[in-house]
């Protein structure tokens, strides 16, 4: 079991970047195939980023390929997702969520395949 808990959320400008970190304590982090997901105001929580246990393979949302990068650091229970050029329709809370696996390589890209959520760290763009 682990507990997500994110930071580095905050107010930015269009085209400004920044990196949200979710650290999760646990001995086995390697275990754990780890996402971001964001909800805006008045819309559903929405996919992102998703990166296996291994951290070999990683996949994302169509509106933020080429711009959004998600890493993780297994030695330091942290995944990241850099995100380069926002623009205010990024604004959205983000959401770290967890997963146990014993497949080290899949992905999982829907709300109700993961377990374990962070409490969201707010991202605002202004224009």
């Known amino acids: 079991q682990v507990q997500p808990v994110e930071s580095g959320g905050g107010l930015v400008q269009a085209g400004d970047s920044l990196r949200l970190s979710c650290a999760a304590d646990g001995r086995t982090f390697g275990s754990y195939a780890m996402a971001w997901f964001r909800q805006a105001p008045g819309k559903e929580r929405g996919f992102v980023a998703a990166i296996s246990g291994s951290g070999r393979r990683a996949d994302y949302a169509d509106s933020v390929k080429g711009r959004f990068t998600i890493s993780r650091d297994n030695a330091k229970n942290t995944v990241y997702l850099q995100m380069n050029n926002l623009q205010p329709e990024d604004t959205a809370v983000y959401y770290c969520?967890?997963?146990?696996?014993?497949?080290?390589?899949?992905?999982?890209?829907?709300?109700?395949?993961?377990?374990?959520w962070g409490q969201g760290t707010q991202v605002t763009v202004s224009s």
């Open positions: 969520a967890a997963r146990f696996t014993y497949i080290s390589d899949k992905l999982y890209l829907t709300n109700a395949e993961y377990d374990y």
